[in-house]
Structures are given as C-alpha cells and as structure tokens.
C-alpha cells in the first residue's frame, strides 16, 4: 500500500461547478494534512492544512480529513480556469519529524 | 523579502560527473527539505535537515549527499552514483503560515543529464 494515495485524474470539471479531490493515507501516526496546488513547470505552493477531524474552510476551498477511514479531501467551490492545475496531498510521516510525504497528484482541468 | 532561493535554474550534467544545488533561505527556520520530482510524479523525499549539522536519509538518497553547516543553506550534490538524475529538485523549509505549517518551496532546479 502507498503511503498516500490519489487518483491521477485528469479530473475535469465546467466553470463554477464543485470540483472533489480525494487522498487516503497508511500511516495512522500522521499528525498533519496539507493540500498544495502545482502549475505546470513551477514549484508547488501551500492552499490549505488541517490537523482535527472535520472540515476547515477557506475562501472557494474546503479542506476535510476522516482519521478513522484515513481519508483527505479538497473541495473547490466555483471553480475557475485558473484552479486548472495538479493538486499534490501531503501528510507527515510519524516517524520522521516535519518530514511530509506526497501523493502523486490529481490534474484538475476547469473548463469555460 | 523573505524566501528560498534555488541556483541554477537549469542545470545540465554529463555522464559521470557530481554537480552541486544550492539552497538559501532566508526565513529564519530551522528544518530544511529536497525533493526530486519526475514527470507526472510526485514529490519523493530525499535528504532532510531539523538543525544544523544535521541530517537525514529520506527514500530516495542513493546518489545524493548533503550538507548542513549553515542554517541557511542545505546544498545538495548529485554523485556519479546516480544512474538517473534527469529530474527536476525541490528545496523547502518548514514555514508558519497563516495556512498552519506547511514548507515553502523554492523555485526549483531542472536537472538533465546531457
């Protein structure tokens, strides 16, 4: 098993839909949740964390982590072209400090 | 401002020959990261740092040495023992942010082995 899992996508969704990004996890110690977004050629850039069972908001995101089932997920609200991108998870590995581990990533395609 | 600067921006290697990236941060933190990054992939840890003059292995750090003398630097140097270096690398440190604690990445370097 995969330390974190994602599906590769492409996900495709029309402009001001919801678009759902889903990660599972294996180690039951992580602590820590991040989502980054990452265009094409640039380095990734940090859009939300969360650390408690439940769902946190920002803006157009939603941020939402199950420990029990080991599930992470992102929602996007009215999606826009420009959140086309690949959307990386991230969790700490328990037994390496701040180290984070990431999946390999879901491309969102938002189309106009 | 504050931030993680990576050098060069691309780099082209031959075969055989060590080459050296260089990570600078700026922001004062004391945990620092590189990551190598192959198409359509994601991020695989390599070496990491908690504090200076001190570091360890992450999953991929056959072909890899680091350094850590300064807290702000952690350059990384790809051997000859990496068969496959072609990659582009990542250098992060560990950031609090009004997002909670999450890394700051630099811009990267784009290795290619020529």
């Known amino acids: 098993q995969k330390e974190v899992e994602q599906n590769s996508g492409p996900l495709s969704v029309p402009e001001g839909a919801i678009a759902s990004l889903n990660c599972t996890y294996s180690d039951r110690g992580s602590q820590s949740f991040f989502w980054y977004r990452q265009y094409s050629g640039k380095s990734p850039e940090l859009i939300m964390s969360?650390?408690?069972?439940g769902d946190k908001e920002d803006g157009r995101f939603t941020a939402q982590l199950n420990k029990a089932s080991q599930y992470v997920s992102l929602l996007i609200r009215d999606s826009q072209p420009s959140d086309s991108a690949t959307y990386l998870c991230a969790v700490n590995r328990a037994q390496a400090g701040t180290a984070l581990i990431f999946g390999k990533g879901t491309t969102l395609s938002v189309s106009s | 401002d504050g931030g993680i600067t990576q050098s060069p921006k691309y780099l082209f290697r031959k075969e055989g020959q060590n080459v050296t990236l260089s990570c600078e941060q700026n922001?004062?933190?004391?945990?620092m990261y590189w990551y190598r990054q192959d198409p359509g992939q994601g991020l695989r840890l390599i070496y990491y740092s908690q504090i200076v003059n001190d570091f360890q292995k992450g999953d991929i750090a056959e072909g890899y040495s680091v350094s850590r003398e300064k807290k702000e630097s952690f350059p990384l140097t790809v051997t000859s023992a990496q068969k496959n270096p072609t990659a582009f690398y990542l250098c992060?440190?560990?950031?609090?942010?009004?997002?909670?604690?999450?890394?700051?990445f630099g811009s990267g370097t784009r290795l290619t082995v020529v």
């Open positions: 992060a440190s560990r950031a609090a942010t009004q997002r909670g604690y999450g890394y700051t």
């Open positions: 922001l004062n933190h004391d945990a």
């Open positions: 969360i650390y408690s069972n």
